[in-house]
């Protein structure tokens, strides 16, 4: 019988061929838009990211009340539109019209101000000086020593502040959160990752050593789960809400689907998109269905069972294989 990380690796690897199976649904979709094929992976798509919110939703989002679900929407909105700025694109967003579709349903409560973006970075900072010291350990922020400074999570604002009291500051992360999963799993794996970003922060103009493209599509991402999540509770009992929120939703995976079928294919999918969809469908449908049937060793069963009880869009995917 498997045990716990085997089952905790088995959740990575169904999550990252779920994000592999949106990403190459969204190339092969760009290949055969207007055709039969095209609608056929406009709907497996479309299933992929709803499969991505089952897993990720299920014992974390859907712990939330229905206000705190708009809320967590909300200030990804705004946390979107923040990264958008730096990367030099469009800084709409859609808050307000997630706040006005809240004043829709029944008894939501959510503030009318929008929030603040205080993005948390994964940064190096040199050198380790007894006055940061001090000042880390007032806050009670934890770093890592590293190299000749240390390797902190901190709000953009205080990674500014310190480069102007002339540290060197480079941004490694720009979701601290994937910096501090990746510390907690392999310190080997991390340290190398380290390596890497701080040589590729160094030589960029600002001190960047991760990609905002791929970042932006992360975001993306976790705002399509949480959009989905909501509109699924909305559908409930919340009928002017659940109706307003379904063109935000949409243009979510308009954004999602354009940064997918930017990012770079694999080989198969270079290759020849449809088939390499079909395969990673192939792979999601049994890799949920294999771990849904082991008894739970993780807490992880309801997640595995989710996708494995969405089904599978692989029939109608392989009716348009040649």
């Given amino acids: 019988m498997p045990d716990r990380s085997e089952h905790l690796a088995a959740f990575d690897q169904l999550a ?23 609608e056929a992976l406009d709907g497996a798509l479309e299933h992929t990211l709803d499969r991505l919110a089952l897993l990720y939703g299920r014992g974390t989002h859907e712990n939330l009340d229905t206000t705190e679900m708009f809320e967590t929407a909300i200030a990804n909105e705004i946390a979107l539109a923040h990264e958008r700025a730096a990367a030099g694109l469009s800084t709409d967003h859609h808050a307000q019209a997630l706040i006005d579709a809240a004043r829709r349903g029944v008894r939501i409560n959510v503030s009318g101000h929008l929030p603040q973006a205080r993005p948390l970075r994964g940064a190096y900072v040199a050198p380790l000086r007894p006055e940061l010291r001090a000042w880390l350990h007032q806050r009670h922020e934890p770093f890592i020593a590293w190299r000749d400074g240390i390797v902190v999570a901190l709000p953009e604002e205080e990674l500014a502040r310190l480069r102007q009291a002339g540290d060197e500051v480079e941004v490694l992360f720009l979701d601290a959160d994937e910096m501090l999963d ?3 799993r392999d310190r080997a794996a991390f340290e190398a990752e380290l390596d890497r970003r701080l040589a590729a922060a160094r030589a960029a103009p600002d001190h960047v050593g991760d990609s ?10 976790r705002q399509s789960i949480v959009l989905r999540g909501l ?18 939703v949409a243009r979510n995976r308009a954004a999602l689907e354009n940064a997918l079928a930017g990012a770079a294919p694999t080989r198969a999918a270079l290759a020849d998109p449809l088939s390499a969809a079909i395969d990673h469908e192939r792979r999601v449908q049994e890799l949920a269905a294999r771990w849904a049937a082991e008894p739970d060793e993780a807490g992880l069963h309801n997640r595995f069972a989710a996708v494995d009880e969405a089904g599978s869009r692989l029939d109608a995917l392989q009716q348009h294989r040649r």
Wanted: proline share 4%; charged share 20%.
């Fill in 231 to 248: 509109r699924d509770r909305l559908a409930g009992g919340h009928p002017g809400a659940h109706q307003a929120i379904q063109p935000i």
């Fill in 212 to 221: 905002r493209e791929r970042h932006l599509q992360r975001l993306l991402h």
């Fill in 16 to 38: 990252n061929e779920l994000h592999t199976a949106a990403t190459t649904q969204a190339h092969a979709l760009r290949a055969h838009r207007g055709t039969a094929a095209g």
């Fill in 182 to 184: 990746l510390a907690a």
